[in-house]
Protein backbone atom coordinates (compact mmCIF):
# COMPACT_ATOMS: atom_id res chain seq x y z
CA UNK A 1 0.00 0.00 0.00
CA UNK A 2 1.84 3.23 -1.11
CA UNK A 3 0.86 6.54 0.65
CA UNK A 4 0.44 9.59 -1.06
CA UNK A 5 2.33 12.62 0.34
CA UNK A 6 -0.20 15.77 -0.70
CA UNK A 7 2.19 19.16 -0.29
CA UNK A 8 0.63 22.08 0.40
CA UNK A 9 1.28 25.98 -0.56
CA UNK A 10 1.14 27.99 2.11
CA UNK A 11 -1.63 30.88 1.84
CA UNK A 12 -0.02 33.20 4.51
CA UNK A 13 4.09 33.93 5.47
CA UNK A 14 5.56 31.66 8.07
CA UNK A 15 6.80 32.92 11.70
CA UNK A 16 10.19 31.41 10.42
CA UNK A 17 11.84 30.47 7.63
CA UNK A 18 13.71 27.49 6.79
CA UNK A 19 16.69 29.56 5.50
CA UNK A 20 16.89 31.40 8.44
CA UNK A 21 17.61 27.96 10.48
CA UNK A 22 21.17 28.00 11.89
CA UNK A 23 21.78 24.93 14.32
CA UNK A 24 20.20 22.23 15.57
CA UNK A 25 20.38 22.17 19.21
CA UNK A 26 20.89 19.05 21.52
CA UNK A 27 20.43 18.87 25.44
CA UNK A 28 22.89 16.59 27.06
CA UNK A 29 23.77 15.88 30.81
CA UNK A 30 28.03 15.70 29.86
CA UNK A 31 28.69 18.30 27.51
CA UNK A 32 32.63 17.32 26.89
CA UNK A 33 31.35 13.58 26.43
CA UNK A 34 29.51 14.38 24.04
CA UNK A 35 31.63 16.68 22.09
CA UNK A 36 34.34 14.05 22.10
CA UNK A 37 31.97 11.62 20.72
CA UNK A 38 30.91 13.91 17.82
CA UNK A 39 34.55 14.78 17.11
CA UNK A 40 35.41 10.82 17.51
CA UNK A 41 32.09 10.40 14.98
CA UNK A 42 32.14 13.47 12.43
CA UNK A 43 35.48 14.89 13.16
CA UNK A 44 33.77 18.07 14.59
CA UNK A 45 35.67 20.95 16.36
CA UNK A 46 34.11 22.63 18.82
CA UNK A 47 33.89 26.55 20.42
CA UNK A 48 34.39 27.50 24.06
CA UNK A 49 31.41 27.17 26.19
CA UNK A 50 29.29 29.98 26.69
CA UNK A 51 26.49 31.08 29.46
CA UNK A 52 25.54 32.51 32.14
CA UNK A 53 22.78 33.42 34.08
CA UNK A 54 19.62 34.07 32.11
CA UNK A 55 16.67 35.86 32.46
CA UNK A 56 13.82 33.69 31.46
CA UNK A 57 10.04 34.10 31.53
CA UNK A 58 8.44 30.03 32.32
CA UNK A 59 4.82 29.47 32.39
CA UNK A 60 5.30 29.17 35.97
CA UNK A 61 6.85 32.86 36.29
CA UNK A 62 10.00 34.47 35.78
CA UNK A 63 12.78 32.92 37.49
CA UNK A 64 16.93 33.02 36.22
CA UNK A 65 18.63 29.91 35.36
CA UNK A 66 22.19 28.99 34.75
CA UNK A 67 22.19 28.58 30.66
CA UNK A 68 25.20 27.10 28.75
CA UNK A 69 26.02 25.51 25.54
CA UNK A 70 28.75 24.57 23.62
CA UNK A 71 28.61 25.42 19.97
CA UNK A 72 30.49 23.25 17.12
CA UNK A 73 32.70 25.58 14.92
CA UNK A 74 31.88 22.83 12.13
CA UNK A 75 29.50 22.74 9.95
CA UNK A 76 26.33 21.87 9.94
CA UNK A 77 26.51 23.81 13.37
CA UNK A 78 25.60 21.78 16.31
CA UNK A 79 24.83 23.41 19.63
CA UNK A 80 24.99 21.28 22.93
CA UNK A 81 22.88 22.50 25.88
CA UNK A 82 24.21 21.38 29.26
CA UNK A 83 20.86 20.11 30.97
CA UNK A 84 18.85 22.27 33.81
CA UNK A 85 16.61 19.08 35.45
CA UNK A 86 13.25 20.68 35.94
CA UNK A 87 13.51 22.72 33.37
CA UNK A 88 12.39 22.20 29.15
CA UNK A 89 15.97 22.33 28.91
CA UNK A 90 16.61 18.19 29.76
CA UNK A 91 17.97 15.39 27.63
CA UNK A 92 15.70 14.08 25.24
CA UNK A 93 15.90 10.56 24.28
CA UNK A 94 15.51 11.21 20.32
CA UNK A 95 18.50 13.35 20.77
CA UNK A 96 17.47 16.41 18.77
CA UNK A 97 15.81 19.13 21.18
CA UNK A 98 15.60 21.84 19.24
CA UNK A 99 16.08 23.41 15.64
CA UNK A 100 17.37 27.17 16.03
CA UNK A 101 16.14 30.34 13.81
CA UNK A 102 17.30 33.31 12.96
CA UNK A 103 14.04 36.12 13.86
CA UNK A 104 14.11 39.67 13.00
CA UNK A 105 11.32 40.15 15.53
CA UNK A 106 11.76 37.16 18.36
CA UNK A 107 7.44 38.65 19.83
CA UNK A 108 5.99 39.22 16.77
CA UNK A 109 7.29 35.73 15.73
CA UNK A 110 6.76 34.20 18.97
CA UNK A 111 3.29 35.54 18.82
CA UNK A 112 2.78 34.14 15.85
CA UNK A 113 3.66 30.67 16.79
CA UNK A 114 1.75 30.45 19.69
CA UNK A 115 -1.07 31.74 17.47
CA UNK A 116 0.09 28.65 15.36
CA UNK A 117 -0.41 25.82 17.75
CA UNK A 118 3.14 26.07 19.34
CA UNK A 119 3.14 26.55 23.15
CA UNK A 120 5.71 29.53 23.77
CA UNK A 121 7.05 27.20 26.96
CA UNK A 122 10.67 29.89 27.66
CA UNK A 123 11.26 32.94 26.80
CA UNK A 124 14.61 34.75 27.29
CA UNK A 125 14.25 38.28 27.93
CA UNK A 126 17.20 41.24 28.39
CA UNK A 127 16.87 43.67 31.50
CA UNK A 128 14.19 46.26 30.05
CA UNK A 129 12.06 43.13 29.31
CA UNK A 130 13.11 43.02 25.33
CA UNK A 131 12.70 39.22 24.27
CA UNK A 132 15.94 38.18 22.37
CA UNK A 133 14.91 34.17 22.00
CA UNK A 134 12.04 31.89 22.34
CA UNK A 135 11.48 28.16 22.72
CA UNK A 136 7.82 27.13 21.40
CA UNK A 137 6.78 23.47 21.33
CA UNK A 138 4.82 22.17 18.45
CA UNK A 139 2.50 19.41 18.00
CA UNK A 140 5.11 17.47 16.24
CA UNK A 141 8.67 17.23 15.90
CA UNK A 142 11.74 19.13 18.08
CA UNK A 143 10.83 22.72 19.32
CA UNK A 144 11.37 25.59 17.56
CA UNK A 145 14.03 28.48 19.47
CA UNK A 146 13.76 31.44 17.74
CA UNK A 147 17.03 34.14 18.34
CA UNK A 148 17.33 37.43 17.05
CA UNK A 149 19.60 38.20 14.40
CA UNK A 150 21.14 41.19 16.03
CA UNK A 151 23.23 38.24 17.59
CA UNK A 152 24.24 36.81 14.36
CA UNK A 153 27.68 38.96 13.89
CA UNK A 154 28.28 37.91 17.56
CA UNK A 155 27.77 34.46 17.47
CA UNK A 156 29.52 34.45 13.52
CA UNK A 157 32.89 36.31 15.40
CA UNK A 158 32.44 33.08 18.42
CA UNK A 159 32.09 30.35 15.51
CA UNK A 160 34.86 31.57 13.58
CA UNK A 161 37.48 31.78 16.42
CA UNK A 162 36.27 29.66 18.80
CA UNK A 163 36.31 32.16 21.51
CA UNK A 164 33.45 33.27 23.89
CA UNK A 165 32.60 36.47 22.98
CA UNK A 166 33.79 39.50 25.07
Same mark, same amino acid.
Given at each position: ? +?????? $???? !?? /???????????????????? =??? !?? +? =???????????? =??? /?????????????? /???? @????????????????????? /????????????????????? @???? $?? !? =??? $? @??????????? @?????????? $??? &?????? !????? &????? +?
Amino acid at each position: M +SENIVF $VKQK !EA /SPVRSADQFHIGLVVDDVPR =AAA !EL +S =AAAGYEWCEEIG =APA /SVVLPAGRTVLDLR /SLYS @RSTPRIELVRSVPGTLWQAAD /SGIHHLGYWSDDVAADSEELT @RRGH $VR !E =ALG $V @RPDGTPHWAFH @RGPVGPRIEL $VTR &TLQPVL !ERYWA &TGRKP +S
